[in-house]
């Protein structure tokens, strides 16, 4: 069976049930320490209630996936309260929900560090007060509980393969990127730059220019691009929205068919205009899924009174992918896109 029969059987038989999912999350915390004299010592009863939140970026389809993948999985729990918290792009906002969350005494935090650095303290204040900490795509340098995120390196390799493979393997291309301080910005671009010379080495990057996540942004970035680089054959968006606006110029400039393009995280949006034969590419991981593994993993943990301080390492997962072209796109059912 091939790589991608294999993903492809993943994308069909993703919808998982709860109690397979805690035993999924069971698995990644395989480094706790069972014999921690702290494991234990908050018994979950009836009347106790537990509190987890998610500290997202900002609103975007792809938090809101993962928010709605985790509620799925906690409001089975009987005693779990959660809470979507917004941290409007903003380091300091995080920084001072999680600083409310660990006063309120969470039992478990959901993360998407905006700065994978200027966050780290707050984790480490988390851990010492023996509250989890869990990842979602965006690690960050303090070693936490655990992380769930896409397969951000690999995934990017693979699309510059497909990338290359549609502009016959030579030409000039650009990123757009995101802002510096963010893990994925190194993972998806280091990963696109290594594929390239390993598949396509007569592929050119010519420019590499932050579009802060944004279409608009994105569609700003692209048109002061192509003033420098007519010839430009390719563009790789490090997120779907950005790869939109590269959408956008090309139907502006009649580029669509002649501009290959390609996005990350696979969001709906960006599947239909693969269909529509716009967008050339994109990596899909269901994002639902990536929530819903959190979530088991955090019902675990509370339930389980597993302390922050019992884990020897920091959980990972990496969810599987599948690189979606009009060939493949198909592959992907309603239920799964987000």
Do not use: C
Not at 25 to 50: C, E, H, I, N
Not at 58 to 87: F, M, N, R
Request: aromatic share 6%.
């Amino acid at each position: 069976m091939t790589e991608l029969e294999h993903r492809r059987n993943f994308i069909k038989g993703v919808m998982l049930g709860s109690a397979a999912l805690g035993a999924a999350a069971a698995g990644m915390f395989s480094d706790t320490d069972a014999t921690s004299p702290k494991l234990g010592v908050r018994p979950a009863g009836a009347a106790d209630r537990k509190k987890m939140a998610f500290i997202q970026w900002q609103p975007h389809t792809v938090p809101a996936a993962w928010s709605k993948g985790i509620e799925e999985v906690l409001k089975t729990q009987q005693t779990i309260d959660y809470e979507l918290l917004d941290g409007q792009n903003k380091v300091e906002v995080q920084v001072s929900l999680m600083e409310a969350l660990i006063n309120q005494g969470a039992s478990v935090i959901f993360l998407q560090p905006i700065d994978s650095v200027a966050l780290a303290p707050s984790i480490a204040k988390a851990k010492r007060a023996d509250i989890p900490v869990i990842t979602l795509n965006i690690d960050a340098t303090e070693a936490h509980a655990a992380h769930v995120e896409m397969n951000h390196y690999y995934g990017a390799m693979d699309i510059a393969k497909a990338l290359g493979d549609r502009m016959g393997g030579k030409g000039e291309v650009a990123i757009l990127n995101a802002p510096p301080g963010i893990v994925i910005r190194d993972q998806r671009t280091n990963g696109f730059v290594d594929g390239l010379k390993q598949h396509h080495p007569d592929i050119k990057v010519v420019s590499d220019q932050v579009a802060d996540w944004d279409r608009k942004k994105a569609q700003d970035v692209l048109n002061t691009i192509l003033v420098a680089n007519p010839n430009l054959g390719g563009v790789y968006g490090v997120n779907d929205s950005m790869a939109l606006g590269a959408v956008d110029v090309a139907k502006e400039k009649g580029l669509i068919g002649k501009m290959v393009i390609f996005g990350n995280d696979g969001e709906k949006d960006a599947l239909e205009s693969i269909e529509k034969g716009e967008l050339t590419g994109t990596q899909y991981t269901d994002v639902y899924q990536q929530g819903r593994f959190a979530a088991a993993a955090a019902t675990v943990l509370a339930t389980g009174a597993v302390p922050a301080s019992a884990f020897g390492e920091q959980g990972r997962l990496l969810m599987p992918y599948l690189i979606a072209t009009k060939e493949t796109v198909g592959e992907i059912q309603p239920a799964q896109r987000w």
